[in-house]
């Protein structure tokens, strides 16, 4: 993981729904390693996003919202 992804997994984290973090960690370091063999699409980011929307606390959902999109933006 390189160190944006470090920080952005810690982001998520914060932000998972009780029960929830595994599964968010699973899916997040599932896409980083993706990333490795190819660079992240824009379906492929659009499919991570909307899986988050199940992990996230409702409460921060606009937070991670914003920001998955400050990322998606270059896709």
Do not use: C
């Not at 997040?28 to 660079?39: N, R, T, Y």
């Not at 991570?48 to 991670?64: C, F």
């Amino acid at each position: 993981m390189n160190p944006g992804q470090e920080k952005f997994l810690e982001f998520m984290m914060d932000r998972a729904q009780g029960g929830k973090e595994a599964d968010l960690k699973e899916a997040l370091l599932d896409s980083f390693s993706k990333q490795k063999e190819a660079p992240l699409t824009k379906e492929g980011f659009l499919s991570l996003k909307k899986q988050m929307q199940s992990l996230i606390k409702p409460e921060a959902m606009e937070e991670v919202s914003q920001a998955m999109d400050h990322f998606g933006k270059n896709l």
